[in-house]
């Protein structure tokens, strides 16, 4: 029977499973692995968050900005406990998490309607393009796609 002592390496599977707490710790708010400063832990979680923000900024650039000063704090309590999906998937997804509680910015209706307009996403798999007509309708913005091509438009309130 022996014992790793302090100074052995950890065993291949331990590792792994160590390795794969800490991302979890990191990217979907799970409790943090034993042994690691929780300061640091929270500090990393949090810059990762905040690059997680842009990256989805770059693909909503509508809501980013409709949600102004707002945004990084509104992604990251949405974040905090999803790992990411992709640039686009994240911002789709809290986009229309926004919307179901009344919290979509005006300015991003428009860019929702326009990308269900134009693709299929039903919040498990990629998005994939449309191949019929659509017509969309997110708050005072109605987007039209015919063909291949998308007409925006805001209706009187």
Known sequence: MSSR???QPPVR???AARQAALVAALVSGADPPPGFDTHRLAAARDALLRKRAGHVAGHWPLLAAGLG???PATFARWA???PTRGG???GWDLARALRAGDGLPRLAAGELAVREATSHYDGERPPR???LPAVVRIGDAVAVQLAGRVRLRATQR
């Open 69 to 71: 000063d707002a945004w």
């Open 13 to 15: 599977g331990d590792l």
């Open 80 to 82: 905090a406990t999803r």
């Open 88 to 90: 686009l998937r994240d």
């Open 129 to 131: 393009p449309r191949r």
């Open 5 to 7: 002592g302090p100074l």
